[in-house]
C-alpha cells in the first residue's frame, strides 16, 4: 500500500509514520528527514537547501521530485511506502503521478493553533530522528535520547518566526492538495489534534479496510 501524509507541520505525520511503518511494515519517506541527512552529511545538495530549510520556506519542485523519484526507485519498497511531507505543491503532485501510484492520501485535521505549540516543544535526536516534545512525550532524562543517550536537539525551523513562515506556505501552496486529492477520490480525513496513537490506528484500520 503506498500512502500519502498530507497535513501542516507539526500535526504529527512524522510520528505517526513511526507507529503505522512498523504494524504494516511500510517504508517511511519523509523528505524533511531527506534534506536533513543531506544537510548533516554535507552534500552538494544539503549546502543547497539548507538556508531554505532553515527559513521555513520550500525547496524547488524540480529538485524535491527528482530526489523522491530517485528515493522510489530503490528495492526496500515490497510491501509499499508512506511518503511524508511530499507533495507539497500542485506541481509537485502532478509530477508524482508520473511515477508512483497511490492507494490513499490521509489528510491530518488540526487548528493551526494547536500546531504552533507542538513545534515549538518539539525536540529530536540528532542522529536517529526520534521525535519528543517536552510536554506531550517528552524523554526519561530530560534533554536526552532515550535509547542512544545523545543530547536532544531543537530544529532550525522550529524557531518562532521559522514556524510563522511554514504555516503562511502550507496555507498558500500545499493546503490546495486537500481538494486536489479529494476530486482524485483517494482523500481520508483523521481528527489529528487526539492522541498519536489514536490517528495511527484509525490509519491501520482502514489499510485493512476496517473503515
Ligand atoms: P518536514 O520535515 O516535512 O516538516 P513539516 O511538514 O513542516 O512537518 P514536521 O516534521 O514539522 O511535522 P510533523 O507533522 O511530522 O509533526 P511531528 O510528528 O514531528 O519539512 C521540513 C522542510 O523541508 C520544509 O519546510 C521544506 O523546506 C523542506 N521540504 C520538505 N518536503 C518538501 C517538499 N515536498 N517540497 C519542498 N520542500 C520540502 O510532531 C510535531 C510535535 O508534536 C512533536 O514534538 C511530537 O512529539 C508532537 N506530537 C505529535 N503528535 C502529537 C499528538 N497527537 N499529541 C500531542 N503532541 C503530538
Redesign the pocket.
Known amino acids: 500500500m503506498n500512502i500519502i501524509?498530507l497535513?501542516?507541520?507539526?500535526?504529527?505525520?512524522?510520528?505517526?509514520?513511526a507507529i503505522v511503518k512498523e504494524q504494516l511494515g511500510l517504508v517511511h519517506i519523509?523528505?524533511?528527514?531527506?534534506?536533513?541527512s543531506n544537510i548533516k552529511n554535507e552534500t552538494a545538495l544539503g549546502k543547497q537547501?539548507k538556508a531554505?530549510?532553515a527559513?521555513?520556506?520550500?525547496?524547488?519542485?524540480e529538485?524535491?521530485c527528482k530526489m523522491?523519484e530517485e528515493r522510489l526507485k530503490e528495492k526496500d519498497l515490497e510491501h509499499g511506502f508512506i511518503l511524508?511531507?511530499?507533495?507539497?505543491?500542485i506541481p509537485?503532485a502532478d509530477e508524482l503521478k508520473k511515477f508512483a501510484k497511490i492507494d490513499a492520501v490521509i489528510e491530518?485535521a488540526i487548528p493551526l493553533e494547536d500546531?504552533v505549540r507542538?513545534?515549538s516543544?518539539?525536540?529530536?535526536c540528532p542522529s536517529t530522528g526520534r521525535?519528543?516534545?517536552?510536554e506531550?512525550?517528552p524523554p526519561k532524562k530530560e534533554g536526552f535520547d532515550d535509547e542512544t543517550g545523545e543530547p536532544l536537539i531543537q530544529?532550525d525551523?522550529?524557531k518562532e518566526e521559522a514556524i510563522r513562515h511554514?504555516l503562511d506556505?502550507?496555507t498558500k501552496q500545499t493546503e490546495p492538495l486537500i481538494a486536489y486529492y479529494k476530486k482524485e477520490g483517494l482523500l481520508k480525513t483523521f481528527d489529528?489534534?487526539?492522541?498519536?496513537k489514536?490517528?495511527a490506528q484509525c490509519i491501520i484500520k482502514l489499510s485493512k479496510g476496517e473503515i
Open positions: 501524509f497535513g501542516p507541520p507539526g500535526a504529527g505525520k512524522g510520528t505517526v509514520a519523509s523528505t524533511g528527514d531527506l534534506f536533513r537547501v531554505i530549510l527559513s521555513g520556506g520550500l525547496v524547488s519542485d529538485i524535491t523522491v511524508d511531507g511530499f507533495p507539497r505543491t509537485q491530518f500546531v507542538r513545534l516543544g518539539r525536540r529530536m521525535i519528543y516534545h517536552i506531550f512525550d530544529r525551523d522550529d511554514r506556505v502550507y489529528a489534534s487526539v492522541s498519536s489514536h490517528v
